[in-house]
């Protein structure tokens, strides 16, 4: 298979190519200044051309691999595999000097941010400030509400608490004045008694009764005070 047919070579001659495409870009990168956007884009251009070529290169390498297995079929001798393998080899450290070369130089370059990705930086740490400034508000008012939420409970709780003992001691100053009237309507008529049974006994009668009734006033205001 003549050179010019054979698969392997035509790619050869692209990567070829595209290597000294690579060089002159390489050459203008060199040329700007370090702090250039210009300059950090040709870099990364260059970049990306290099792992194009990697990636052909690769698979030239499996296809030189797979020719060695049989070199007849192929029409290729041993002689041939070696000097493509050689070339290969030779072509794949020089793109990997070149890309090891651009990445050294643009970390070594600190990236200086123009006026317009200074002032975006600027307008995006303000927002995360107030975001936050906001987030902090909104949790202080969801506490207080929480606060006064349970202060309203407690008022409601208390609130109905003394309208129950209010109801309660209307109900016992209630019965108390009905045992009090009861009270007096019965001192009332045992008054009477005694006065009639006064009028109709003696002076010994008088003490006794007098004696039976004190008694009987005090068992009633045990009952109705205790």
């Given at each position: 298979m003549s050179g010019q047919q054979d698969p392997f070579y035509l790619i050869r001659a692209e990567i070829s190519s595209q290597y000294n495409e690579i060089q002159q870009k390489l050459h203008k990168f060199h040329s700007l200044s370090s702090s250039s956007q210009e300059r950090r884009n040709l870099g990364r251009e260059i970049d990306a051309d290099c792992d194009s070529?990697?990636?052909q290169l690769d698979m030239l390498e499996e296809a030189v691999d797979?020719?060695?297995q049989n070199p007849a079929r192929f029409n290729l001798t041993m002689?041939?595999?070696s000097s493509r393998r050689k070339w290969l080899d030779t072509t794949g450290r020089q793109i990997q000097g070149i890309k090891d070369n651009i990445k050294t130089i643009t970390a070594a370059v600190p990236q200086v941010p123009s006026g317009s990705d200074r002032l975006a930086a600027a307008n995006d740490s303000y927002l995360s400030s107030e975001t936050q400034k906001q987030e902090m508000l909104i949790r202080d008012q969801d506490r207080q509400l929480e606060d006064i939420e349970k202060g309203v409970d407690n008022v409601t709780a208390m609130a109905?608490?003394?309208d129950e003992h209010l109801v309660e001691d209307d109900r016992l100053l209630t019965q108390l004045d009905g045992d009090i009237d009861t009270t007096g309507s019965r001192l009332r008529a045992t008054s009477k008694k005694v006065q009639e049974i006064i009028r109709k006994s003696g002076t010994?009668?008088?003490?006794i009764v007098i004696i039976v009734l004190i008694v009987i006033v005090a068992i009633l205001a045990y009952f109705v005070f205790t």
């Open positions: 070529i990697k990636y797979t020719a060695s002689e041939e595999i109905k608490a003394i010994t009668s008088q003490l």
